[in-house]
């Protein structure tokens, strides 16, 4: 079944920042590993995104997580 994509922008111009939310849902094909015959996989993602100028962005707006 095709890929079906449901949500909202928002666009905050007092921080020059666009924002996504909503929801994908459907299936995928992919191949197993094993045989090479395609199978569907089930998708049902909620996302929540947000796009602003690189200028604008914090000096490190990424932070990796170790375990200590």
Request: proline fraction near 10%.
């Amino acid at each position: 079944a095709p890929l079906q994509v449901s949500g909202r922008a928002e666009f905050k111009p007092v921080l020059a920042q666009i924002r996504l939310h909503g929801r994908l849902a459907g299936s995928v094909r992919c191949a197993c590993d094993r045989c090479l015959e395609p199978f569907p996989v089930p998708v049902d993602s909620a996302f929540d995104l947000v796009y602003e100028p690189s200028g604008q962005a914090p000096e490190q707006a990424e932070l990796a997580l170790s375990e200590d």
